[in-house]
């Protein structure tokens, strides 16, 4: 080691060329068509030598997709706009959706009652909260009483909503999970 060198230690000193990329890269961050430039993919070369330098050899980062996925849901979701999917009545027990938040079961019971003789209604409620989900069923005491009640209360107001009613695709009460 030579006691006359008069060079810094340690770090490299900094020369014009390395001001000069800095400044480019900068002016390509702040310019408007930095976005829409293609990325430039790396030979198996400059790969090979991106190992041996100092710097990490930039990978090219993968390509945009030009539109969107839309995104799956189910048939009868009311945020689309796309109507429930209509389920036969074979049994006397109705699916009621779209029910008010406010709802119980006796107002439920109440309004089917108008068309029939109700045998049950229940409001589906989650199992911490006991908060309603939006939804219930209501079991007829005859399949026609519950054809009719499909008939005369699918798309009616209720309590501010409008109310889906269809036959239901179970058709026993399954037990509580626990």
Avoid: C
């Amino acid at each position: 080691m030579n006691t006359n060198d008069t060079r810094p230690r340690g770090r490299r000193p900094k020369n014009r060329d390395n001001r000069r990329d800095s400044r480019d890269r900068d002016a390509r961050r702040t310019s408007p068509d930095h976005r829409t430039e293609t990325p430039k993919k790396l030979s198996l070369w400059q790969k090979f030598l991106g190992l041996f330098s100092r710097k990490p050899a930039k990978t090219a980062p993968p390509p945009r997709p030009e539109q969107r996925r839309p995104q799956t849901r189910p048939e009868g979701d009311r945020r689309r706009g796309t109507p429930p999917e209509k389920i036969e009545v074979t049994s006397p027990r109705l699916y009621v959706g779209n029910l008010s938040y406010d709802a119980a079961e006796s107002d439920l019971s109440n309004l089917f009652n108008g068309v029939g003789k109700v045998q049950n209604a229940e409001i589906v409620t989650h199992r911490d909260t006991y908060r309603s989900k939006g939804f219930g069923f209501v079991t007829m005491l005859t399949v026609e009483e519950a054809i009719r009640a499909v008939e005369t209360l699918h798309d009616k107001d209720f309590m501010g909503r409008r109310l889906v009613v269809t036959g239901s695709r179970s058709d026993g009460i399954r037990e509580p999970r626990v």
